[in-house]
């Protein structure tokens, strides 16, 4: 996967900016994220499509998914708890 490309000599810069930006989104859906992506390799489909149904399913259950609709009103950055 390729989501972003830098300038010559500049790649650990780069990835420290995604790491950076990756850090300040919410801890579960980060992990549930990297968890799908982990096994989409060789997944047929709709396989895959399920799994991301299930992923988003616990989120959904989370107190950090409604965080982020909360914080994004009153205008403040998200307070991540990752439950």
Do not use: C, H, Y
Not at 23 to 29: C, N, S, T
Not at 32 to 57: I, N, P, T, Y
């Amino acid at each position: 996967m390729v989501n972003g490309v830098t300038r010559s000599g500049k790649a650990v810069e780069g990835a420290i900016e995604l790491a950076v930006k990756i850090a300040g989104k919410a801890p579960i859906a980060v992990r549930e994220s990297l968890g799908v992506a982990r096994r989409a390799f060789g997944m047929a489909d709709e396989a895959l499509f399920m799994l991301g149904l299930k992923a988003q399913d616990r989120i959904l259950q989370t107190e950090d998914f409604a965080e982020g609709p909360r914080a994004f009103i009153e205008k403040r950055a998200p307070n991540w708890k990752g439950r």
